[in-house]
């Protein structure tokens, strides 16, 4: 009698990140490139995702001008199979308590990233609302912020 072996459940599940854009970051490239650089959001996006493979996790990647819709998929988040977030709350980051408290209320570890060093600019944007309740911030690196974040948000996730 012949016993065909029983599939083995993977234990190498890859881990979700989800990757937030907020407002105006669909207009990179086009706006303030002194600030910004050339780079434009699917450049990011594209270095995220090869960044991503090289760490063996997945990333949902989600773009919003409108705080509302950031806020929801914060709070999908979870329920979703995501592990962690990564954001750039953009102008959000200096008024947003409500994407502030869904960060909060979901539980994930969070980074915050930025393009430009927000505190060598405008003293407005000097303070940021969701930093405080994120494991950590990157910013000034241009795009390299966004893969320095996702490299020790997957670090994070090991622990």
Same mark, same amino acid.
Request: glycine share 6%; charged share 25%; proline share 3%.
């Given at each position: 009698?012949?016993?065909?072996?029983?599939?083995?459940? *993977?234990?190498?599940?890859? +881990?979700?990140?989800?990757? #937030?854009? !907020?407002?105006?970051?669909?207009?990179?490239?086009?706006?303030?490139?002194?600030? =910004? *650089?050339?780079? *434009?959001?699917?450049?990011?996006?594209?270095?995220?995702?090869? %960044? &991503? +493979?090289?760490?063996?996790?997945? #990333?949902?990647?989600?773009?919003?001008?409108?705080?509302?819709?950031?806020?929801? /998929?914060?709070?999908?988040? *979870?329920?979703?199979?995501?592990?962690?977030?990564?954001?750039?709350?953009?102008? /959000?980051?200096? %008024? $947003?308590?409500?994407?502030?408290? &869904?960060? #909060?209320? &979901?539980?994930?570890?969070?980074?915050?990233?930025?393009?430009?060093?927000? =505190? +060598?600019?405008?003293?407005?944007?000097? +303070? $940021?609302?969701?930093?405080?309740?994120?494991?950590?911030?990157?910013?000034?690196? !241009?795009?390299?912020? =966004?893969?320095?974040? #996702?490299? &020790?948000?997957?670090?994070?996730?090991?622990?």
């Amino acid at each position: 009698m012949f016993l065909m072996p029983k599939k083995l459940k *993977s234990t190498n599940k890859r +881990k979700k990140i989800l990757v #937030l854009h !907020g407002p105006n970051l669909n207009m990179l490239g086009k706006r303030e490139k002194n600030i =910004y *650089s050339k780079i *434009s959001l699917e450049k990011i996006n594209s270095e995220l995702k090869n %960044t &991503a +493979k090289e760490l063996k996790i997945d #990333l949902e990647i989600k773009q919003s001008n409108i705080e509302g819709e950031l806020v929801n /998929y914060i709070q999908k988040a *979870s329920r979703n199979g995501v592990k962690g977030i990564l954001i750039n709350p953009a102008a /959000y980051t200096h %008024t $947003s308590v409500a994407i502030r408290d &869904a960060i #909060l209320a &979901a539980k994930l570890p969070a980074v915050e990233v930025h393009l430009s060093n927000i =505190y +060598k600019r405008e003293e407005f944007r000097h +303070k $940021s609302l969701t930093a405080p309740v994120c494991i950590g911030q990157v910013a000034g690196f !241009g795009k390299e912020s =966004y893969l320095l974040g #996702l490299r &020790a948000l997957a670090n994070n996730l090991k622990k």
